[in-house]
């Protein structure tokens, strides 16, 4: 019976922190993107940050990253048509703002 006890409170424990790790992970998440990007008041502060810095674009997507030293990569369309990613950090500065190769012109 001891060791049945022993078996059924270890049992218990994994399955506690287990639950407590998939709620950890859900709470820390990754700013709630999925294979539409990121999505939530995080990512809206993204994507205004990088519209002040090329006002008149538009958002292609917004994705967490980790290039660059950055938390945000947001692909905005210029106002010219060509598209730049702009990398921000934690606290929505820029990072790096990098033309995609398929455009002629610089950002």
């Known amino acids: 019976m001891?060791?049945?006890?022993k078996h059924l409170i270890i049992g218990g424990s994994v399955l506690a922190l287990a639950a407590g790790g998939a709620g950890a992970a859900v709470a820390?998440?990754?700013?709630g993107e999925d294979e539409g990007g990121a999505h939530g008041p995080a990512a809206e502060r993204a994507t205004a940050a990088a519209l002040a810095?090329?006002?008149?674009?538009?958002?292609?997507?917004?994705?967490?990253?980790?290039?660059?030293?950055a938390t945000w990569e947001v692909e905005v369309q210029k106002q010219d048509g060509?598209?730049?990613?702009v990398r921000l950090d934690r606290?929505?500065?820029l990072v790096v703002a990098e033309t995609?190769?398929?455009?002629?012109g610089g950002n």
Not at 28 to 31: D, H, S, Y
Not at 53 to 69: I, K, M, Q, T
Request: charged residues 30%; hydrophobic residues 15%; glycine residues 16%.
């Open 28 to 31: 820390i998440g990754n700013g």
């Open 100 to 104: 995609d190769s398929e455009d002629q």
């Open 91 to 93: 606290s929505y500065q």
């Open 2 to 5: 001891n060791r049945s006890r």
């Open 53 to 69: 810095l090329y006002p008149g674009g538009h958002v292609n997507a917004v994705e967490r990253d980790s290039e660059d030293g």
């Open 82 to 85: 060509g598209t730049v990613d």
